[in-house]
Protein backbone atom coordinates (compact mmCIF):
# COMPACT_ATOMS: atom_id res chain seq x y z
CA UNK A 1 0.00 0.00 0.00
CA UNK A 2 0.63 3.83 -0.76
CA UNK A 3 0.36 6.21 1.72
CA UNK A 4 0.42 10.41 1.31
CA UNK A 5 0.75 12.88 4.13
CA UNK A 6 -0.56 16.35 2.68
CA UNK A 7 0.48 19.58 4.71
CA UNK A 8 1.01 23.43 4.10
CA UNK A 9 -2.76 23.90 3.21
CA UNK A 10 -4.23 27.20 4.96
CA UNK A 11 -5.68 30.75 4.54
CA UNK A 12 -3.68 33.41 2.76
CA UNK A 13 -4.81 36.85 1.33
CA UNK A 14 -5.31 37.65 -2.69
CA UNK A 15 -1.47 37.54 -3.75
CA UNK A 16 0.12 35.70 -1.38
CA UNK A 17 2.09 32.45 -0.88
CA UNK A 18 1.61 29.02 0.44
CA UNK A 19 3.75 26.22 0.42
CA UNK A 20 2.45 22.53 0.28
CA UNK A 21 4.23 19.26 1.24
CA UNK A 22 3.56 15.55 0.35
CA UNK A 23 5.46 12.06 2.20
CA UNK A 24 5.14 9.07 0.44
CA UNK A 25 5.23 5.82 2.00
CA UNK A 26 4.89 2.64 2.24
CA UNK A 27 5.06 0.33 -1.39
CA UNK A 28 6.44 3.39 -3.72
CA UNK A 29 9.00 1.02 -5.49
CA UNK A 30 9.02 2.01 -8.74
CA UNK A 31 7.54 5.93 -8.53
CA UNK A 32 7.19 7.62 -11.87
CA UNK A 33 5.43 10.60 -11.29
CA UNK A 34 4.03 12.56 -8.46
CA UNK A 35 2.26 15.67 -8.33
CA UNK A 36 -0.85 18.11 -7.32
CA UNK A 37 -4.52 18.16 -8.34
CA UNK A 38 -7.37 19.85 -6.82
CA UNK A 39 -10.95 20.03 -6.77
CA UNK A 40 -13.75 22.70 -6.50
CA UNK A 41 -17.53 21.51 -5.08
CA UNK A 42 -19.16 20.31 -7.94
CA UNK A 43 -16.26 20.33 -10.46
CA UNK A 44 -13.97 17.70 -11.50
CA UNK A 45 -11.12 17.59 -9.70
CA UNK A 46 -7.84 18.97 -12.31
CA UNK A 47 -4.13 18.94 -12.52
CA UNK A 48 -1.99 21.76 -11.17
CA UNK A 49 1.42 20.22 -12.00
CA UNK A 50 2.82 16.95 -11.87
CA UNK A 51 7.15 15.71 -11.84
CA UNK A 52 8.24 12.58 -12.81
CA UNK A 53 11.09 10.37 -11.14
CA UNK A 54 13.51 11.98 -13.96
CA UNK A 55 12.38 15.31 -13.21
CA UNK A 56 10.08 16.07 -15.91
CA UNK A 57 7.53 18.30 -15.19
CA UNK A 58 4.50 19.75 -16.68
CA UNK A 59 2.00 22.45 -15.41
CA UNK A 60 -1.51 23.53 -15.99
CA UNK A 61 -2.29 26.73 -18.04
CA UNK A 62 -3.18 28.38 -14.55
CA UNK A 63 -0.48 27.37 -12.30
CA UNK A 64 1.99 28.63 -15.01
CA UNK A 65 4.15 31.30 -13.63
CA UNK A 66 3.30 31.27 -10.54
CA UNK A 67 3.14 27.72 -9.02
CA UNK A 68 6.61 25.79 -8.54
CA UNK A 69 6.45 21.70 -8.25
CA UNK A 70 9.60 20.23 -7.20
CA UNK A 71 10.54 16.73 -5.71
CA UNK A 72 13.31 15.33 -3.24
CA UNK A 73 13.46 11.47 -4.26
CA UNK A 74 15.63 10.80 -0.79
CA UNK A 75 12.42 11.90 1.07
CA UNK A 76 10.05 10.37 -1.51
CA UNK A 77 8.12 14.07 -1.08
CA UNK A 78 6.84 16.39 -3.35
CA UNK A 79 6.32 20.19 -3.21
CA UNK A 80 4.49 22.78 -4.60
CA UNK A 81 5.37 26.66 -3.96
CA UNK A 82 2.19 28.76 -4.52
CA UNK A 83 2.71 32.49 -5.39
CA UNK A 84 0.68 35.03 -6.22
CA UNK A 85 -2.48 33.33 -5.12
CA UNK A 86 -5.61 34.50 -6.23
CA UNK A 87 -9.54 33.64 -4.78
CA UNK A 88 -9.69 31.70 -7.58
CA UNK A 89 -7.39 29.15 -6.72
CA UNK A 90 -8.76 28.26 -3.12
CA UNK A 91 -9.62 24.81 -3.57
CA UNK A 92 -8.71 21.52 -1.92
CA UNK A 93 -5.69 20.32 -3.31
CA UNK A 94 -4.70 16.90 -3.37
CA UNK A 95 -1.48 14.90 -3.47
CA UNK A 96 -1.09 12.37 -6.33
CA UNK A 97 1.04 9.32 -7.05
CA UNK A 98 1.23 7.40 -10.15
CA UNK A 99 2.84 3.84 -9.68
CA UNK A 100 2.58 0.98 -12.54
CA UNK A 101 -0.92 2.86 -14.19
CA UNK A 102 -2.10 2.99 -10.39
CA UNK A 103 -3.50 6.28 -9.39
CA UNK A 104 -3.11 6.74 -5.21
CA UNK A 105 -4.00 10.12 -3.57
CA UNK A 106 -3.91 11.82 -0.49
CA UNK A 107 -6.60 12.73 1.89
CA UNK A 108 -6.73 16.33 0.90
CA UNK A 109 -5.72 19.64 2.00
CA UNK A 110 -7.79 22.98 2.21
CA UNK A 111 -6.39 26.13 0.72
CA UNK A 112 -8.72 29.46 0.66
CA UNK A 113 -7.52 32.65 -0.59
CA UNK A 114 -9.49 35.61 0.77
CA UNK A 115 -9.22 38.92 2.00
Known amino acids: QVQLVESGGGLVQPGGSLRLSCAAS????????MGWYRQVPGKQRELVAV???????HYSDSAKGRFTISRDNAKNTVYLQMNSLKPEDTAVYYC?????????WGQGTQVTVSS
Open 96 to 104: NLLRDLVNY
Open 26 to 33: GSIFGINR
Open 51 to 57: ISSSGTI
